[in-house]
């Protein structure tokens, strides 16, 4: 398990943008899942939208990205990198997420060649499924 310090020694995310809060499964360069816990507070809920707050969808793939970054960044050799989003495909949103719910995020590592990948995201409310995307990335 991964608190929110060790996960900033891990990506370069910060405050409002990291958007893990906590690993609680990790196989580095294969898998992981986080936890985001998703507060009334958070910046965007104050236009996303008033008297209806929901979270974008681009930033629920922001925090599956995030969770297959540090599945990427836990190896050794990838240590002190960063990894960069390059492509998205399938993604699909099957649920609200709102304030008070927690997501779970799980990320797969499906394919590297070099320094590229591809990934796979689920996030989940609970046993339901909220969205799911692939990801393409780079690391350098």
Avoid: W
């Avoid at 649920?95 to 990948?117: F, T």
């Amino acid at each position: 398990m991964l608190n929110i310090q060790e996960i900033q020694q891990i990506i370069p995310h910060r405050y409002p943008f990291l958007l893990v809060d906590k690993i609680i499964d990790l196989n580095p360069g294969i898998s992981a899942m986080g936890i985001k816990m998703v507060s009334g507070n958070e910046f965007f809920f104050a236009g996303h939208f008033p008297g209806n707050p929901v979270m974008p969808g681009v930033l629920i793939i922001e925090a599956l990205a995030q969770t297959g970054a540090i599945t990427f960044l836990s190896v050794p050799e990838n240590k002190g990198k960063t990894v960069y989003f390059v492509g998205l495909d399938k993604a699909r949103f099957r649920r609200k997420v709102i304030p008070g719910d927690i997501l779970r995020l799980e990320a797969q590592v499906i394919k590297v060649k070099g320094q590229y990948g591809i990934g796979r995201g689920r996030a989940y409310v609970e046993d339901e499924l909220a969205c799911e995307a692939e990801f393409s990335f780079n690391c350098s």
